[in-house]
């Protein structure tokens, strides 16, 4: 018999709020926000977040309140200024982004004349957790581990979009920090939102025999869980993965 098992560690805690002014690009990581508040003139700021290979940052407006002729924040892909993703000013809150590459540029400006409130855009990675081999059949005997690490303060969020499964035979669960399974899911129905502020540690398990396309899950570390995920093709998890030949 040739056993599947995969153990992933997704531990991307802290929070970093930054509420000033460089010219000289401030890199950040993990989850937080940027912004300035009741700007002056002739300002340039700049910001580089990066989150961990084969993820997406994503980014949320709370606030914007700048001059509509000249107080831009511009939002680039990638850690240069050369693939402008949007420019935002006035006061219209745009919609979520998400990144195509693992960093984004944000480069904030003003002119000469008229201040404003400012603006403050929330940022997170996110990536997607999906069964071996997805959208194809996942394969038989697997025993594949996911370890999700939230914070006091920042909760770890995970969201499914497909979930089919071998009913009574595959299973999704939940563990607690003693690895006792404090729930499990099969079949077509997808599980409900789960967030956490501690771990959450996730099992797929399938049988030897019957397979299906298995599921399809976002995860990302939010402020709020109660988000709404923007649908945008996203990178795959990377597994610390070992193969285990039990024949």
Sequence with gaps: MILWALTAYVCLVGIDISDGCSSVPVSLYGSGSVGVSNYSNHMSCKWIIRAPTNYKVLLQFQQLATEPCCGHVKVHDGESSSHLIGSYSGSTIPPKIISCSSSVHIHFTTNSSVKAAGFRVA????????????????????????????????????????????????????????????SRYTGTSSPPDLSSTTHIKLRFTSDGSVTYYGFRAEFALNLVCAMSFPTHPMGALILLSERLDLR
Excluded: M
């Design 123 to 182: 940022y997170s990675p996110i990536g997607v957790l999906t069964s071996p081999n997805y959208p194809s059949a996942y394969h038989n005997n697997v025993n594949q581990t996911w370890i999700l690490c939230g914070t006091t303060s920042v909760n770890a969020c995970l969201r499914f979009t497909n979930f089919y499964l071998e009913s009574s035979y595959d299973y999704f669960k939940l563990l607690n920090q003693q690895n006792v399974v404090v």
